[in-house]
């Protein structure tokens, strides 16, 4: 049997599922940290390429597809405040 220490009030444990997925966001994010600064100074061999109509086709693409993040950042942010999945409870 594993001796448990004294908890402080505010300490609490969670389910292996979501320490699991906390590591997995942790490295996503890293990962993304490291991809950023590994290839900025990486040249763009396709896009150097690109015509200008092929780049406001591009630009065009990219403004829609910002948009449709951003709302579902919105709705995931509602959802979340509506539902409270993370709301402190008492032990």
């Known amino acids: 049997m594993v001796e448990e220490g004294p908890r402080l009030p505010h300490c609490y444990s969670c389910h292996g599922g979501v320490v699991a ?4 966001t ?11 600064v590994y290839t900025r100074s990486m040249g763009t ?8 109509e092929q780049r406001q086709v591009k630009a ?4 829609k597809r910002g948009c449709v993040f951003m709302y579902g950042i919105i709705f995931s ?8 999945p ?6």
Do not use: N
Not at 26 to 36: D, K, M, T
Not at 60 to 63: V, Y
Not at 77 to 84: A, D, G, I, P, R
Not at 86 to 91: P, R
């Open 60 to 63: 065009e693409s990219a403004r």
């Open 45 to 52: 061999p396709f896009a150097d390429t690109l015509t200008e």
């Open 77 to 84: 942010s509602v959802l979340l405040l509506l539902v409270k």
């Open 21 to 24: 997925l906390a590591y997995v």
């Open 86 to 91: 993370f709301a402190y409870t008492e032990k």
């Open 26 to 36: 942790i490295i996503y994010a890293c990962a993304s940290v490291f991809y950023l």
